[in-house]
């Protein structure tokens, strides 16, 4: 039946989020509905909000959670109501060419790709609030009591973790320490540069440790984050503000001839630049993991890729979602990475909006 619960709907860009009463249809067929127990913000969340993804509205935002299987509908056969679970934003239907490649992750079945946005794959949405259907967001909506989410969208997961910190796999994590161990591959010995030290720039620190970098320098304009980017593998850290040159000049002098590795992880078209030009001129590699604005282009030197540097992209940390994240939870469980870390406050649900203003303050 209908479930009626508490969600954050965002009505328009630039407002806050209200908290109202929405009802959530039933799971279709190959769909699942979850009771969220606990969800991160993300900086991609808050680019909705500006205007910088373009959405549709009213929408429920929210796409790193961890939650319990309420009920499926009919031909679910995987999960079962109880199950732990993380929905995942990027899915993996198993079918598609980036499914079937081992060198793709970005299955065709999500919103970031074809679907038309906001609505489930039959072209509905789940959601109603006042009379009104409400969108989802990138096919899975957390900032809700209940969603409902494609069954090739969700990953079931150790019963015992703690589904407040481990919510973190299905996103921010992930998509960092990806980044630097399945997409740019990062070698022992290395030396990487790490643009924007926020919960994924971080995530991308652990990283680049986890692979055995010998040098991680950490770069952002907020100072008070250098702390926790040394204790998580930093071997440096600078801000940009400390210098008259280009940061590029800065890091090609600090390293010689530039680093093996750069990850731009903000979302800034002159980070993208210039974490590419502060890359080796010849074998440097350098990552965008950050969400770029809507409507903005790069303009560039061509001579700094003909020369040999990489230039790449990675979402979600390039891992096959339903395949990585029981893996990743296992692995947490085990000790091999931390995520406490990465949790500065833990807020209830009501209290979303100011979740977000620590957020833009940098906190």
Known sequence: QVIKCKAAVLWEANKPF?????????????????????????????????????????????????????????KVTSLKPGDAVIPLFVPQCGECSACLSPKGNLCSKTDISQLPAGLMADGTTRFTCKGKGIHNFIGTSTF???????????????????????CLIGCG????????????????????????????????????????????IAIDINKDKFAKARELGATECINPQDFQKPIHEVLTEMTGQGVDYSFEVIGRTETMTEALASCHSNYGVSVIVGVPPAAQKITFDPMLVFSGRTWKGSIFGGWKSKDAV??????????KFVLDPLITHTLPFTKINEGFDLLRTGK
């Open 18 to 74: 209200s908290i109202e009463e929405v009802e959530v249809a039933p799971p279709k067929a190959h769909e699942v509905r979850i009771k969220i127990v606990a969800t991160g913000i993300c900086r991609s969340d808050d680019h909705v909000v500006t205007g910088a993804l373009a959405m549709p509205f009213p929408i429920i935002l929210g796409h790193e959670a961890a939650g319990v299987v309420e009920s499926v509908g009919e």
């Open 144 to 166: 809700t009591e209940y969603t409902v989410v494609h069954e090739t969208a969700v990953a079931k997961i150790d019963s015992a973790a703690p589904l407040e910190k481990v």
């Open 326 to 335: 029981p893996k990743l939870v296992a692995d947490y469980m085990k000790k």
């Open 173 to 216: 994590f992930s998509t960092g320490y990806g980044a630097a161990v399945q997409t740019a591959k990062v070698e022992p010995g290395s030396t990487c540069a790490v643009f924007g030290l926020g919960g994924v720039g971080l995530s991308v620190v652990m990283g680049c440790k986890a692979a055995g970098a010998a040098r991680i």
